[in-house]
């Protein structure tokens, strides 16, 4: 009986669909609560509370489509701002084996979102959400010694993984090397003293950048804070995210000893883009909507959108695929790793994609 | 270009064409939740009118109810139709981002599939808006709509089949993608709408599905009373939508253009050909919402993807730029274009009305500007 609950279900749900086509039952369902959609992943934010003057975190309890996470990957966040719906990649905070999603926000001065979300989600607010995303992940079976490396709001996805460790009774060496401002900006810091009470493996470092005291650690990332918070790190799977500048000294640090294929990086800045406006050649050609420009050696996205085009996009830094697009002749250069690519019918993310001579994109 | 186009000096046009796009920049940049709200209003009318129609015609036996829920049905179809999808479609809310509003991805209560519209109708009609042998809406390929076409006896037919195609409109909007008229002449082959005809027949099998076949089996014993209600529904749309459809290309005195005419346009010429080439249908608020504000043709020829219903609000200036131009802004009530529409179907069935007619806005601007 149980097992014809559900097919029964899906049979009137079929019927429903085909009653109520062409626009489907989430179009109504969703008239009467934002929440009842079927198809898309919806957040019900249930708890608002702010660490830190610039940051707010969100408990959001995930629509029926939710089907759950893996610490370490992010999620396309999507808002209305003046009618206009927005995304953004955001890794949720709280363990893989929790039922509801928690993100932490910075509010980044120039970020629109970022400043939106910050400013009015209240609880009972409705978020788009997307199925997660990302290879930034704990490999399985766990890795017996662990540091976790993070900067300022990049503690969320390694913060995830400690929480998901914590939830397994990981019984291994566990660090967790965080870097703040100071204490005014450390994240979390109640919550990773709770953790360390609970996990006997676990050592959690504060360092602080800014401030002189209050913190385990001081100054920016060095050797020297790496051999004080995790002395056995050449052993050990390393993951790391934060902004750029700790990127950089990290995984030179890493490289330098051999141990790049130990470190594992998520990247939410902007990489540096590389491109070449002066030499640029060829007519790019977006075939649906009948566009065709000269090429300015630009990124894909930013010279649609310069010739009037509006493609859909999300992070505009290679990492949440909204963007992604059919090439149908051409070829194009990848500005964040330089490989150029020149098969036909290939999916490309325009954000980040520079056209070497014509190029041809199928919208 | 035609003979009214001649009194304008190119850099007339030039100016002309300016200061069109100068109104658009404006509109396009005001755009914000304000159109966002009142599209999503739009869509939860039409969703409560059409599932109250649904239901009232469950008390179908009782002939108010079915009388309520047969008007509230075709009110549904007639804004979704016209105030949802058509505009949708065109793109007019594509910058929302909103999947549910997206041009590409949007689908209409219409037996015509919407990709297969938005070719037909986005880009044909819309690009080459009244250039015979281009713009496959004069006469849907049916209909003798212009003097220009070349007269014989299968149009004697013509009220007879603008008749059938007022009532069956919905399918006369789907098959004007597989270009009969073309296959009949020979300038396409059968096999050219295979992809487009499977597109059609799924379509509109799960149109025909749910109005025929699924609401009346679930009404049981009302099943026939239901399927009446469901058929009144979309003749009602039918009726209603080519009604306003006609009306926005074809009363007296709007124009139409020749290819030779037409080559080579600038923007200004465009914009020319579009107002030359439409009409607008005077009315109240609600007759603009319930005609998809495609009362305001002129103005939607223009700026087919802003949000339709900023058409009322720029008329006027549009209007205004016509007169500083001497240039006809076709309007009246419906009744009068209607008829106006009426008389040149029947008048065109007949072989003596074939001269091509000189341009009305040429011959003085007393009657251009009465217009």
Same mark, same amino acid.
């Given at each position: 009986?149980?097992?014809?609950?559900?097919?029964?279900?899906?049979?009137?749900a079929s019927l429903a669909e085909a009653l109520l086509t062409p626009h489907g039952m989430d179009r109504y369902l969703e008239l009467v609560d934002p929440m009842l959609v079927r198809r898309e992943v919806r957040g019900l934010v249930t708890g608002v509370r702010r660490q830190t003057p610039d940051t707010v975190t969100l408990t959001i309890r995930p629509s029926r489509a939710w089907r759950g996470f893996v610490a370490g990957?992010? *999620?396309? +966040?999507?808002?209305?701002?003046?009618?206009?719906?927005?995304?953004?990649?955001?890794?949720?905070?709280?363990?893989?084996?929790?039922?509801?999603?928690?993100?932490?926000?910075?509010?980044?001065?120039?970020?629109?979102?970022?400043?939106?979300?910050?400013?009015?989600?209240?609880?009972?607010?409705?978020?788009?959400?997307?199925?997660?995303?990302?290879?930034?992940?704990?490999?399985?079976?766990?890795?017996?010694?662990?540091?976790?490396?993070?900067?300022?709001?990049?503690?969320?996805?390694?913060?995830?993984?400690?929480?998901? =460790?914590?939830?397994?009774?990981?019984?291994?060496?566990?660090?967790?090397?965080?870097?703040?401002?100071?204490?005014?900006?450390?994240?979390?810091?109640?919550?990773?003293?709770? =953790?360390?009470?609970?996990?006997?493996?676990?050592? *959690?470092?504060?360092?602080?950048?800014?401030?002189?005291?209050?913190?385990?650690?001081?100054?920016?990332?060095?050797?020297?804070?790496?051999?004080?918070?995790?002395?056995?790190?050449?052993?050990?799977?390393?993951?790391?995210?934060?902004?750029?500048?700790?990127?950089?000294? *990290?995984?030179?640090?890493?490289?330098?000893?051999? =141990?790049?294929?130990?470190?594992?990086?998520?990247?939410?800045?902007?990489?540096?883009?590389?491109?070449?406006?002066?030499?640029?050649?060829?007519?790019?050609?977006?075939?649906?909507?009948?566009?065709?420009? @000269?090429?300015?050696?630009?990124?894909?996205?930013?010279?649609?959108?310069?010739?009037?085009?509006?493609?859909?996009?999300?992070?505009?830094?290679?990492?949440?695929?909204?963007?992604?697009?059919?090439?149908?002749?051409?070829? +194009?250069?990848?500005?964040?790793?330089? @490989?150029?690519?020149? @098969?036909?019918?290939?999916?490309?993310?325009?954000?980040?994609? +520079?056209?070497?001579?014509? *190029?041809?994109?199928?919208? | 270009?035609?003979?009214?186009?001649?009194?304008?000096?190119?850099?007339?046009?030039?100016? %002309?064409?300016?200061?069109?796009?100068?109104?658009?920049?404006?509109?396009?940049?005001?755009?914000?939740?304000?159109?966002?709200? &009142?599209?999503?209003?739009?869509?939860?009318?039409?969703?409560?009118?059409?599932?109250?129609?649904?239901?009232?015609?469950?008390?179908?036996? %009782?002939?108010?109810?079915?009388?309520?829920?047969?008007?509230?049905?075709?009110?549904?179809?007639?804004?979704?139709?016209?105030?949802?999808?058509?505009?949708?479609?065109? !793109?007019?809310?594509?910058?929302?981002?909103?999947?549910?509003? #997206? #041009?590409?991805?949007?689908?209409?209560?219409?037996?015509?599939?919407?990709?297969?519209?938005?070719?037909?109708?986005?880009?044909?009609?819309?690009?080459?808006?009244?250039?015979?042998?281009?713009?496959?809406?004069?006469?849907?390929?049916?209909?003798?709509?212009?003097?220009?076409?070349?007269?014989?006896? &299968? &149009?004697?037919?013509?009220?007879?089949?603008?008749?059938?195609?007022?009532?069956? %409109?919905?399918? !006369?909007?789907?098959?004007?993608?597989?270009? %009969?008229?073309?296959?009949?002449?020979?300038?396409?082959?059968? #096999?050219?709408?295979?992809?487009?005809?499977?597109?059609?027949?799924?379509?509109?099998?799960?149109?025909?599905?749910?109005?025929?076949?699924?609401?009346?089996?679930?009404? !049981?014993?009302?099943?026939?009373?239901?399927?009446?209600?469901?058929?009144?529904?979309?003749?009602?749309?039918?009726?209603?939508?080519?009604?306003?459809?006609?009306?926005?290309?074809?009363?007296?005195?709007?124009?139409?253009?020749?290819?030779?005419?037409?080559?080579?346009?600038s923007r200004g010429q465009w914009y020319l050909r579009q107002i030359l080439g439409s009409a607008n249908i005077t009315g109240g608020k609600l007759f603009h919402v319930m005609t998809g504000n495609l009362s305001h043709q002129i103005e939607h020829h223009l700026f087919p993807d802003i949000p339709a219903r900023r058409y009322p609000e720029i008329a006027g200036e549009v209007r205004a730029i016509c007169e500083k131009y001497g240039l006809p802004y076709n309007t009246g009530p419906l009744h009068k274009q209607l008829f106006s529409v009426a008389k040149k179907i029947v008048k065109l069935a007949m072989p003596w009305n074939g001269e091509p007619r000189t341009p009305a806005?040429?011959? #003085?601007?007393?009657?251009?500007?009465?217009?």
């Open positions: 009986m149980t097992a014809l609950v559900p097919r029964r279900a899906r049979r009137l990957q992010y *999620v396309r +966040v999507t808002v209305e701002i003046d009618g206009v719906r927005r995304t953004r990649c955001y890794s949720p905070a709280g363990s893989e084996h929790d039922g509801t999603l928690e993100l932490t926000i910075k509010a980044d001065p120039q970020g629109l979102v970022s400043r939106h979300l910050n400013r009015t989600v209240t609880t009972g607010s409705v978020l788009g959400l997307s199925t997660p995303d990302g290879e930034f992940t704990l490999p399985s079976p766990r890795p017996r010694r662990i540091l976790l490396l993070s900067g300022g709001s990049g503690i969320t996805p390694v913060l995830s993984m400690l929480r998901t =460790l914590a939830d397994e009774r990981h019984e291994g060496d566990i660090a967790f090397l965080s870097y703040s401002n100071g204490a005014d900006d450390a994240l979390y810091r109640a919550e990773l003293a709770d =953790l360390s009470r609970r996990l006997p493996g676990l050592r *959690v470092v504060h360092a602080f950048t800014h401030a002189k005291t209050g913190g385990d650690l001081h100054g920016f990332f060095s050797k020297e804070h790496l051999a004080e918070a995790a002395p056995w790190y050449p052993d050990a799977e390393t993951f790391l995210c934060g902004p750029k500048p700790l990127m950089d000294s *990290v995984r030179e640090a890493f490289e330098a000893d051999g =141990l790049g294929a130990h470190l594992h990086t998520e990247e939410f800045t902007p990489p540096a883009l590389t491109f070449d406006t002066e030499n640029a050649e060829g007519q790019i050609r977006f075939a649906r909507s009948g566009r065709e420009f @000269e090429n300015s050696g630009k990124p894909l996205l930013e010279q649609a959108e310069d010739a009037g085009l509006k493609p859909e996009h999300g992070c505009r830094m290679g990492i949440c695929f909204s963007c992604t697009q059919i090439k149908t002749a051409g070829c +194009v250069r990848n500005a964040k790793t330089g @490989e150029t690519s020149s @098969e036909e019918n290939e999916e490309i993310q325009l954000c980040i994609s +520079v056209p070497v001579g014509d *190029v041809e994109i199928n919208a | 270009m035609t003979g009214l186009q001649d009194k304008l000096t190119p850099a007339q046009v030039e100016e %002309f064409g300016r200061e069109l796009d100068e109104i658009r920049q404006r509109i396009v940049a005001d755009l914000g939740q304000v159109d966002v709200d &009142y599209i999503h209003n739009i869509i939860k009318t039409q969703r409560a009118l059409e599932v109250a129609g649904r239901g009232l015609l469950f008390a179908g036996f %009782f002939p108010p109810a079915w009388i309520a829920g047969v008007t509230a049905l075709s009110v549904a179809k007639i804004l979704d139709n016209m105030e949802i999808g058509h505009n949708v479609m065109h !793109g007019q809310y594509d910058w929302t981002r909103d999947p549910a509003l #997206s #041009s590409q991805k949007f689908e209409w209560d219409n037996v015509a599939p919407a990709e297969n519209w938005r070719h037909s109708h986005n880009y044909m009609h819309h690009t080459y808006t009244n250039i015979l042998d281009k713009d496959r809406d004069i006469g849907y390929g049916v209909l003798r709509m212009d003097p220009a076409q070349k007269w014989n006896p &299968y &149009y004697l037919g013509n009220p007879v089949y603008a008749t059938l195609l007022a009532l069956f %409109f919905q399918w !006369g909007v789907m098959l004007h993608d597989l270009e %009969f008229d073309r296959i009949v002449k020979g300038e396409r082959k059968w #096999s050219d709408n295979k992809e487009v005809g499977l597109k059609m027949l799924k379509k509109a099998g799960r149109q025909v599905g749910k109005d025929y076949v699924l609401f009346p089996l679930l009404t !049981g014993p009302l099943a026939p009373l239901t399927f009446l209600g469901n058929a009144t529904a979309n003749l009602t749309r039918n009726l209603w939508a080519f009604s306003i459809i006609f009306c926005g290309h074809f009363p007296a005195d709007v124009e139409s253009f020749t290819e030779e005419e037409t080559e080579n346009e806005t040429v011959e #003085s601007d007393k009657t251009l500007r009465a217009a």
